[in-house]
């Protein structure tokens, strides 16, 4: 089981510049999850997908913030166009289900993607 | 509002005593919490989990601890190793949302 895997680990861009985020998500997974995670507010849910389907898209801070799922082992995580305050470090979760049986993790995270817009 | 929260950012410990890391939250339709430890560089990792109709679970060196009169949650690390440094988070959820505390950092002294 390799985990869930995202790529790149960093991102360098320049403010108004498009960025592209992606996420595999774990073989048999239905579940898959953005965060972000800041210093200043820690780790917030932006989107979740269930069965490649976007079912709360309420944390995505804005219209610049796009997720799409095209099948069940990959997803991206669009900004267009970036700016400086998009700075964070970004993760993808996948789970089997949404609250996960005894012993075992609801959510299994990627190492996420280090994005630095300036 | 309602939250998850942590009680002190930072904890250091010495090497071999047992650690506790504590936590506070004030949503009491949450019914299930978890620990999770992120090292630099990773994404966080699965500690343990508790269900609200207990008040303790252990596992392997970890032990978490409910109290849903006061609202607390802790986590106990027993024989603290150098590998046990990182930034522990306790997270409650509330159907499928989880929200996350701000974090612990432990640092364990050699």
């Known amino acids: 089981d390799a985990g869930v895997i995202q790529s790149p680990r960093h991102e360098v861009t320049e403010m108004g510049q498009e960025v592209t985020l992606r996420c595999k998500p774990i073989?048999?997974?239905?579940?898959l999850f953005w965060y972000r995670q800041t210093m200043m507010r820690g780790l917030e849910l932006l989107i979740y997908f269930n069965n490649n389907v976007p079912i709360d898209d309420s944390g995505m801070p804005e219209d610049r913030f796009s997720a799409k799922m095209p099948n069940a082992s990959f997803s991206t995580l669009k900004i267009q166009p970036s700016e400086p305050r998009d700075s964070a470090v970004y993760f993808c979760?996948?789970?089997?289900?949404?609250?996960?049986?005894?012993?075992?993790?609801?959510?299994?995270f990627g190492n996420g993607t280090r994005l630095t817009v300036t | 509002g309602e939250s998850v929260g942590l009680h002190l950012p930072t904890l250091s410990v010495q090497e071999g005593d047992n650690s506790i890391i504590n936590c506070a939250y004030s949503?009491?339709?949450?019914?299930?919490f978890i620990w999770y430890k992120q090292e630099s560089g990773k994404g966080p990792q699965f500690i343990i989990d508790i269900r609200s109709n207990m008040d303790k679970r252990q596992g392997q060196r970890v032990t978490v601890l409910l109290n849903k009169t006061v609202k607390h949650l802790s986590l106990q690390i027993a024989a603290t190793q150098p590998g046990d440094s990182a930034v522990y988070f306790c997270a409650e959820a509330n159907d499928y949302k989880l929200s996350f505390g701000a974090g612990t950092t432990v640092t364990v002294r050699a």
């Open positions: 979760a996948s789970s089997l289900e949404l609250r996960g049986q005894e012993n075992n993790s609801p959510l299994h």
């Open positions: 073989s048999g997974h239905d579940y």
């Open positions: 949503n009491s339709a949450s019914d299930y």
